[in-house]
């Protein structure tokens, strides 16, 4: 899966029908409306985002094939300058979704967990669609702050475990504090969780936009947006 980490510069090429430039526009604007609405920087890393948007608008304007008009949208979203956003054609779409399908296979709550320390629990990256997590109303950037009673932190990073694994039909009572919702305590039995891992994308018909979501407070943002070194720093359950 590409993934762009420097602005990339795209010539214009002689003759493109007009017909595609104005379906790249209508594409072009959608793109740049999600990232402004859904970028997970407000400030967008300090880069002008409005000017990125002008100076890639006048390429697209310029004319593109479609496979270089994919490579430049690729190469705005990379100056925002995060090392993780990226856009991905529709080719590379359906391809992703073909690497994805039927990999994931585990029973616990339905979701993946990221323990922050200075959170004070473990915080939620994501949630499987009709898992017990999802009918219980946890969502991403949910923090679980406690399990059975006790902290899901307990041992180093290094070592944690992840307590949200269990036997099927297993009972579970995590504590959840949701950003600016308080504190509330759900009760779930542990099911069987396949199908594809949900991304954590905008879309844009046909295309995906990596790194929008949810704005959050800067600190919350901040721990979200911590690199993901350790392999152990993301778990399912």
Not at 58 to 87: K, P, Q, T
Not at 224 to 234: H, I, M, N, Y
Request: with cysteine.
């Amino acid at each position: 899966m590409p993934l762009a980490a420097l602005p990339v510069v795209v010539p214009a090429i002689a003759s493109v029908a007009a017909e595609t430039t104005a379906l790249q526009l209508a594409t072009f604007e959608q793109l740049q409306v999600a990232v402004a609405d859904n970028y997970v920087d407000p400030l967008f890393n300090g880069k002008d985002w409005a000017g990125i948007v002008e100076r890639y608008r006048d390429i697209v304007n310029a004319g593109l094939s479609d496979d270089d008009f994919y490579l430049a949208m690729n190469g705005m979203v990379s100056e925002l300058g995060d090392g993780h956003s990226y856009v991905l054609s529709p080719a590379q779409v359906a391809e992703a979704d073909a690497e994805l399908a039927g990999r994931v296979d585990f029973v616990g709550i339905g979701g993946f967990f990221q323990p922050i320390p200075e959170a004070g629990g473990a915080s939620v990256i994501l949630v499987f669609r009709g898992s017990p997590a999802e009918r219980a109303g946890l969502r991403a950037h949910d923090t679980v702050v406690a399990v059975d009673g006790e902290s899901p932190l307990g041992v180093p990073r290094e070592r944690w475990q992840n307590p949200f694994l269990g036997q099927e039909g297993s009972s579970i009572s995590i504590t959840v504090s949701s950003p600016g919702g308080g504190t509330k305590t759900l009760d779930l039995n542990r099911a069987r969780v396949e199908g594809a891992k949900p991304l954590d994308v905008c879309l844009v018909p046909g295309t995906r936009i990596r790194r929008c979501g949810d704005r959050q407070p800067d600190e919350r943002r901040r721990q979200q947006q911590r690199p993901q070194t350790d392999p152990f720093a993301v778990h399912r359950g």
